[in-house]
């Protein structure tokens, strides 16, 4: 088992509808998590960040942590075809360098 | 505020050559990591540097793998002997002293033929 699962879809959806990504983590010891968005052959985007269990929201964006059940989201409201790309989630532990364990990624089609 | 670069975009190289890799972090960003990402996958870390120090380093990272960081600024990343699982994209991340979140440069797209 990897230590942060994260379905790779692909998911599709019409433009406007709410997008909900999802990633399970196994290592109870993650601190901190983040979602980057990336477009084919580019780097990775931070989106959002987080170190606390609860919502933090931005703009469209909304960025969910549940401890306890180990399971982050990140919600993407009015949804636009340029929001088409992959979504990574990714955590790091308190004093680990900080380092990032990532997911697989999902991949979003917000279709016009 | 520029961003973190990397050089060259794309390289592609004949299997048993040698590549190097450059990135420049943020600015007065002193923390400083590479991942390499293969298709499909979300990247994976290779080493990571505070300053100009090297404080870890992944069993990814094997010998033929080299990573400096002089002065603590810019950071290369040297391939020796390319093999054709090396090719991938090759990350560099920066981030600040008192932060956790870590931002990314466009990615070096290694090519071993």
């Known amino acids: 088992q990897k230590e942060v699962e994260q379905d790779p879809g692909p998911l599709s959806v019409p433009e406007g509808a709410i997008v909900s990504l999802n990633c399970t983590y196994s290592n109870s010891a993650f601190q901190y998590f983040m979602w980057y968005r990336q477009y084919s052959r580019k780097g990775p985007e931070l989106l959002m960040y987080t170190y606390s269990s609860g919502n933090k929201e931005d703009g469209r964006f909304t960025a969910q942590v549940d401890k306890s059940s180990k399971y982050i989201s990140l919600f993407i409201r009015d949804s636009q075809p340029s929001d088409s790309a992959t979504y990574l989630c990714?955590?790091?532990?308190?004093?680990?360098?900080?380092?990032?364990?990532f997911g697989k990624g999902t991949l979003l089609t917000v279709n016009p | 505020d520029t961003g973190v670069s990397q050089d060259p975009r794309h390289k592609i190289t004949k299997r048993g050559q040698n590549v190097t890799f450059r990135c420049d972090p943020i600015s007065e960003h002193n923390r400083l990591y590479w991942y390499r990402q293969t298709l499909g996958q979300g990247p994976e870390f290779l080493t990571y540097f505070q300053n100009e120090a090297q404080l870890e380093k992944s069993r990814l990272l094997s010998d033929r793998f080299s990573a400096e960081r002089p002065k603590g600024s810019f950071s290369t990343l040297e391939i020796q002997r390319t093999e054709q699982g090396d090719s991938a994209m090759y990350l560099c991340?920066?981030?600040?002293?008192?932060?956790?979140?870590?931002?990314f440069g466009p990615g070096t797209r290694l090519t071993v033929t």
């Open positions: 990714a955590m790091s532990i308190r004093g680990s360098n900080y380092k990032l364990t």
């Open positions: 991340a920066s981030s600040g002293q008192n932060s956790y979140e870590q931002y």
